[in-house]
Every structure is written in C-alpha cells, then in structure tokens.
C-alpha cells in the first residue's frame, strides 16, 4: 500500500480521530459477533501504547442522521471495554459539550468512544462543517475502518481533507492482500462468485475475468447464466435483464482462455423451506415449478478439485441458500475445501465471511476480509473513497 500508516508518524502525546467499523451484529442490547472490534484492537493499542489519546468514532446500522436508542454504541463500548483490558469513555453525543469535557479529561493512553456517528445526518452526507468538527477534536486522523471505506462520509473521508490522515493496521492489511491478489497472483488463480444478485457482481465478475485462471459460479446469480447457456431455471431466481450481459461474460471468459466453471447439478425444490421437498437434477433438468437452492454432489466435487489444486482462491457469495441446513451442502463443501487446500485463501466478506463462521472454518483461511461491500468494491477495482484521502508515503 502506498499510503502512509500509524507506524509512520509520531503519536505520543497526540489526540487520534480514530475511524473504525464497529458494525457488528447485536442481539438484545449485545453484540453478538465481535470480529470487527477484535480486528481494530492492534490499532487501537498501538496508540494507546504509543501514548496517544485516542478518540474511536464508528457507525452502527443505518439510522439516517436520527438518534434510534437500539442502535447506541454502549454495548460495542462494554464489549470494547473488556476486550482491551483497560476502562474506557463513551458519550451520548458525536461532537459538542459533552465531547469536549471527555476529552479534557483524558490522559495519554485513555480511549473515548463518541456516539454513532450516524445519528448525525451530516455524516452520511459527508458535511464539511461535521468532518470540521471531527477534525478540530484531534491532530492526526487515522483510518481503520475498511468495511466503511468505500463509502465518502465525514468520519471516513471528509475529516482526511483537514489532518494528517494515515491507516491504521487493520486498513493496510486487508488492502495489501486483496490488492496484492489482485496485481500479482499466485497461479492458478481461482475466484468464486455466488450470493443472490448478479446485479451486485457484474462489476467483479466483469474485473476478475481478466485476472483469474478458474471462475466458479454458484449461488442464485447462477440461474441467470444457466438460461444464457439455454437452460430453463423454473422457479429459481433469474434476472431477465441480464441475460445477455451473461452471455457477454461467458464469451469474453472464452476469449481470455479462462475455465469459467458453471453448475452440472444442483438441489432443486418445491419450497422455499427446510421442509421442502427437494430432488437433484442435471443442469438441463429443472423443473418448471421447482426452484434451483444448491449446487449438487457432482458440482461440488467439480468445484472442491479446482479450489485444492489452486495457489490462490478468492470467495465471495455462498453457493446455495446456507442459511436453510437442507440447502447448506454445497457452501460447506466450498469452505472445506477451501479449508483443505495448500493455495491462499481470502474470503471476501460479507455473507461468505458469515458462512465459513457459521461451519467453523474461520480460523483455516489465511485471510477473512471485515468488509463486505467494500472488499466487493475493491475488487471490482474501484479506488476506496476512505483510501483515496490518506496521504501517500
Ligand atoms: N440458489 C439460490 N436461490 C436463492 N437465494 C440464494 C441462492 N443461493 C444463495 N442465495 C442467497 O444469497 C444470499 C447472499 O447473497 P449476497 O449477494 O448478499 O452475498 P454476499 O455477496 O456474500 O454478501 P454481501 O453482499 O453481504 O457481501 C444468501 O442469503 C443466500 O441465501
Ligand atoms: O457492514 C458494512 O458493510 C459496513 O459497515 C458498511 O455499512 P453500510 O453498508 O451501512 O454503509
């Protein structure tokens, strides 16, 4: 990565605006999965080891610049809290007189977490005044969040225009491995792309054509390139209007000399439920009033052989609907085989990330990315907004 990180500049004694992503599942006034605040903690205390103050600023769901009580950051504080060892400060507001106080008070070493920022409607709108007042708390910003960085909001990108703004560890790490994926792989270079919508992954489909060795589809997005290969999908998702980009994609994979892997079997159903009636049937025998949930035995095995034999594997979207046990075999099969392969592997966030968690192959791959859309993004080789305003080393 060329741009500058918290190992390049001087901390001790310094007020950090620190931006960090603690989006995380809650459940009842708790957090339920904590992986995005365990992935800040080397940040987090590297400054505060470092003798900085350091103010941590995040967003929690979408509460549209108003205050929703469910989404306060007191349980992420307590979890953090705990997590760190160390007692911290959390406030009621973003910014303002309760902030300032806090902030008075802190000695070097102390952490304060502010309020969602989100409950500021500047935020998402990226508001100068807003990231101006983020700016005049602290002397240095930096930037952890990279499950937020691709969005340009004041706490990700505005506060960047008035500070020295550098990465934090987590930052530079999910960029170098996906970019250096992306520039330089280790051949043979496999992606796999699932999940619901190729709406959602025209743009990494059409990017990582012109990288990889092997694409593998799965997922619902599948159904849309079964019909362009002349199939008929029955009930299962399909998006009409894309049709012929699939075909597109189809064709230029041939051009380009890459293995562009499709489903032969998969798990169809008369329900969309666990208790469905389900059958498997070849790729050319759906029918007409079942729908298509998982990829079958001999697709699996299809997959598993190219993803051992791979150096590097990139994964993003689950292969069937996971979330149903009787439509989970072939995103397990997918993860194990991940999980058995010698190849690096990177696991591209979101649903994908929750998959391997959920089965429990987490901790045998090499890299599980915090960002769902924005590993997405990255790899459809868009600059990061939350990036892009970091200064270059
Ligand atoms: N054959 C299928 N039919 C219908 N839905 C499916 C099918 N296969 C997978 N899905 C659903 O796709 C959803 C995931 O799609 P999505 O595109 O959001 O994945 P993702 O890219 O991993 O997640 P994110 O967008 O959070 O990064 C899951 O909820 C899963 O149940
Ligand atoms: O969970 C995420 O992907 C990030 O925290 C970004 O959240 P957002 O999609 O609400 O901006």
Redesign the pocket.
């Known amino acids: 990565m060329n741009k500058k990180t918290i190992r390049d500049v001087e901390v001790d004694g310094k007020t950090v605006f620190c931006r960090v992503d603690f989006n995380v599942p809650m459940s009842d006034g708790e957090v339920t999965d904590d992986t995005r605040i365990k992935a800040a903690l080397p940040t987090i205390k590297h400054l505060t080891g470092n003798g900085a103050k350091v103010i941590l600023a995040s967003h929690l769901g979408r509460p549209k610049g108003e205050v929703v009580e469910e989404l306060r950051l007191d349980p992420v504080a307590k979890r953090l809290s705990d997590l760190l060892g160390q007692e911290i400060t959390k406030t009621d507001e973003v910014y303002g007189d309760e902030v300032n106080k806090a902030l008075s008070e802190m000695g070097n070493g102390d952490v304060l977490l502010i309020e969602n920022v989100r409950f500021n409607a500047g935020e998402e709108k990226n508001d100068p005044e807003l990231a101006q007042a983020f700016a005049d708390m602290a002397d240095l910003y930096v930037n952890d969040a990279f499950g937020a960085a691709h969005r340009a909001h004041a706490s990700t990108a505005g506060v960047a225009e008035h500070l020295p703004a550098v990465a934090g560890f987590l930052m530079e790490k999910e960029i170098n491995v996906l970019g250096q994926a992306l520039s330089d792989p280790e051949r043979p270079f496999t992606a796999i792309i699932?999940?619901?919508?190729v709406k959602?992954?025209i743009g990494v489909i059409d990017n990582l054509i012109d990288k990889v060795d092997h694409l593998i589809i799965?997922?619902?997005?599948?159904?849309t390139f079964v019909k362009a290969q002349g199939h008929e999908v029955g009930k299962?998702?399909l998006e009409e209007d894309k049709i012929d980009l699939a075909k597109e994609y189809m064709q230029k994979a041939e051009e380009k000399g890459v293995d562009f892997l499709m489903p032969e079997d998969v798990i169809v159903a008369d329900d969309?439920s666990d208790s469905a009636n389900t059958k498997e049937v070849a790729i050319d025998s759906i029918p007409a009033d079942w729908?298509?949930?998982?990829i079958g035995s001999k697709t699996r095995e299809k997959y598993a052989k190219v993803i051992q034999d791979s150096k590097l594997v990139i994964w993003?979207?689950?292969?069937?609907?996971?979330?149903?046990e009787t439509?989970a075999n072939g995103t397990k099969a997918v993860a194990q085989a991940l999980a058995d392969t010698k190849g690096y592997t990177v696991i591209?966030?979101?649903?994908?990330?929750?998959?391997v968690e959920k089965f429990g192959y987490a901790d045998s791959m090499d890299h599980v990315s915090t960002g769902?859309?924005a590993?997405?993004e990255f790899m459809e080789g868009k600059e990061l907004p939350g990036v892009a305003l970091l200064n270059d080393k």
């Open positions: 699932g999940g619901a919508k959602d992954k799965g997922g619902g997005l599948a159904y299962s998702l969309f729908e298509a949930l998982d993003n979207g689950p292969m069937g609907v996971f979330e149903l439509f591209g966030g979101g649903d994908s990330a929750a998959a769902g859309g590993s997405l």
